[in-house]
């Protein structure tokens, strides 16, 4: 790789860093090793070609163009926490990516309404969930931690609802959401 390549390839790892929250692929190497994955299967889940993976992961490509598969990806992180956590089994695991694999992305408010429709009241995780989507929708974790910590000496409570639900784990925004519910 000549020195144009390396710094084509440094600057779209910076520019993953800061829209993904780290490079994509750091990121997508945890979601192989965390669910048992190998790259073939984890473009297919994403919904991406096995090249175009390839690319995001070397830093050739920076961006993930379609947000259905951005949002799949956060699905994914998701799911690898509580597979790490012990919350969901590998079988679990596999049915839920077969879910991820076929979901268009999308409104994420029109997801919480169907899935309210469809399933009676929202569970406190499902509207954590969602208010996580939507965050993670609008600004990578970086961003939002940045924007955090600039509104912290200010508003410290809005500061750390960003964090939390906006950068922090799934368990961490429930057990946040339930203390502040009066």
């Given at each position: 790789?000549?020195?144009?390549?390396?710094?084509?390839?440094?600057?779209?790892?910076?520019?993953?860093?800061?829209?993904?929250?780290?490079?994509?692929?750091?990121?997508?190497?945890?979601?192989?090793?965390?669910?048992?994955?190998?790259?073939?299967?984890?473009?297919?889940?994403?919904?991406?070609?096995?090249?175009?993976?390839?690319?995001?992961?070397?830093?050739?490509?920076?961006?993930?163009?379609?947000?259905?598969?951005?949002?799949?990806?956060?699905?994914?992180?998701?799911?690898?926490?509580?597979?790490?956590?012990?919350?969901?089994?590998?079988?679990?695991?596999?049915?839920?990516?077969?879910?991820i694999?076929?979901?268009?992305?999308?409104?994420?408010?029109?997801?919480?309404?169907?899935?309210?429709?469809?399933?009676?009241?929202?569970t406190?995780?499902?509207?954590?969930?969602?208010?996580?989507?939507?965050?993670?929708?609008?600004?990578?974790?970086?961003?939002?931690?940045?924007?955090?910590?600039?509104?912290a000496?200010?508003?410290?409570?809005?500061?750390?609802?960003?964090?939390?639900?906006?950068?922090?784990?799934?368990?961490?925004?429930?057990?946040?959401?339930?203390?502040?519910?009066?």
């Amino acid at each position: 790789m000549d020195a144009a390549q390396q710094e084509a390839t440094a600057r779209a790892r910076e520019l993953q860093r800061s829209w993904y929250g780290e490079p994509l692929g750091a990121l997508f190497r945890r979601l192989i090793d965390d669910l048992g994955l190998n790259q073939a299967r984890l473009a297919a889940v994403l919904g991406l070609s096995a090249p175009m993976l390839s690319q995001l992961m070397s830093g050739q490509r920076a961006k993930i163009g379609n947000p259905a598969v951005v949002q799949r990806v956060q699905h994914l992180q998701e799911l690898a926490g509580q597979v790490a956590d012990g919350s969901v089994s590998a079988a679990e695991a596999a049915d839920r990516m077969e879910e991820i694999k076929k979901s268009q992305g999308g409104s994420v408010l029109t997801n919480a309404s169907q899935t309210a429709i469809s399933s009676g009241a929202p569970t406190v995780k499902r509207v954590v969930r969602e208010i996580q989507s939507l965050l993670r929708c609008v600004a990578a974790a970086g961003d939002i931690i940045d924007a955090a910590d600039a509104l912290a000496p200010t508003h410290p409570e809005l500061a750390e609802f960003l964090k939390v639900y906006g950068a922090g784990r799934t368990a961490d925004a429930v057990a946040h959401y339930e203390a502040h519910q009066s």
